[in-house]
């Protein structure tokens, strides 16, 4: 009886899910083309033509163009991500935020709750600093408290719907919100940068061409190659006797991914990079009458340009320092030897309490250093493809992971919600064949 019903009535859940994904998306889309009140567009246009390749390019990728035009969404999901981070990293010092963690459900909503009130506090913090800095460079229509309450009003309330919107995804969707957002931002500007790398004044050779779709094939592969990669280590499981019964041993594994750390890593060394050299242009003068601030400024923005030596050297080091920093904040190897210590579970070989921690930690930090590498070689290759072919290679390596990451979370999810769908059929049809009606 199951096996003939219609695709659209046996998978309603699901297809109930994939359109209410769709409409979010369009939604977010809608809304990254609704304009602060009170902006130049001629002069916000100037304003970005004079600073790419800056952090204002980076916000701007993330926020799904929104920056570019200065829409309610201009912030985008930023300060969301950064509230999570530093609610994170307190909670590793703060024994109150610890306890919790440990809390189970209760603790995970109050954590969610200062999350939600860091990122209203950081959004009308960075919307003030983007309404002073908007004002300083002539690009609005008008000043004072006519231009900041309107604007800082706007900014703030379209961060906070995108961080509802983000959570309705996660509750009703499927996939990560957060995630999808991004997503779908990045993916938002793929066709004005293939639109870029076609266009007439590109020079590209048929060869470089052909090398190029080669390599980029090739880092699709190892990009889902090494997100699925993963260490088993082995669990075994003490005998156990509660009564009568006894419990025969059993064995499992701990999975421990190579790169742990996901996309955080290389969003962070790109902001945190292009900050001085955003400083520079903004502030900064060629002029020889210039101050010597204002001149070693500019100069900081020169060498700190993407496809600079001293930009990809220091780049690599801050993924590689932040993989590192990042993973300790998301695994700690003392906490799980306690948790597989209290559980009676033990590594074979390994004595349980501070040997199995120290064993842990000691594979955590090889499989950290091959994840840093992996994620350090991904994100510089589109700059080292741009010098050597001299082609504009528009999509960076952070956007081509985070496109690729969220893609493969959004299939494994669309296959758990399948499989459960086939369960909760044969778990139906059982139940049926066993209590026929009449």
Known sequence: ?????PFHVKYREIIRRMIFLICALLVFRLGSHIPVPGINNAALERLFNANQGTILGLFNMFSGGALQRMSILALGIMPYISASIIVQLMSTVIPSLEALKKEGEQGKRKINQYTRQGTLLLAVVQATGMCA??????????????????????????????????????????????SMIIFAGIVANLPNMVLQFFSADSQVS?????????????????????????????????????GRRIFTAQQTHLPLKINMAGVIPAIFASSLLLFPASLGQW??????????????????????????????????????????????????????????????????????GEQTARYLDHILNRLTFIGAIYITVICLMPMILQSAFSMSVNIGGTSLLIVVVVVMDFMAQLQAHLTSHQYDNQTLMRKTTAHPKG
């Open 206 to 242: 048929l060869i470089g061409l052909v090398v190029f779709a080669l390599i980029a094939l090739a880092v699709l592969v190892a990009i889902v190659f090494i997100e699925k990669a993963q260490r088993r280590i082995s669990v075994n499981y003490a005998q156990k006797q509660q």
């Open 1 to 5: 009886m199951m096996k003939g019903q």
């Open 283 to 352: 502030v900064g003068s060629a002029d020889p009458n210039a101050g010597v601030v204002k001149r070693t400024l500019q100069d900081l923005a020169l060498v700190l340009s993407p496809g600079h030596t001293l930009y990809l050297v220091l780049f690599g080091a801050l993924i590689i320092f932040f993989c590192y920093f990042y993973t300790a904040l998301v695994f700690s190897p003392k906490e799980v030897a306690e948790n597989l210590k209290r559980s009676g579970a033990y590594v074979p070989g390994i004595r349980p």
């Open 133 to 178: 800095g908007l004002i300083s460079q002539g690009i609005t229509l008008t000043n004072g408290l006519a231009f900041y309450v309107p604007a800082v009003t706007s900014l703030v309330a379209g961060t906070m719907f995108l961080m509802w919107l983000g959570e309705q995804i996660t509750e009703r969707g499927i996939g990560n919100g957060i």
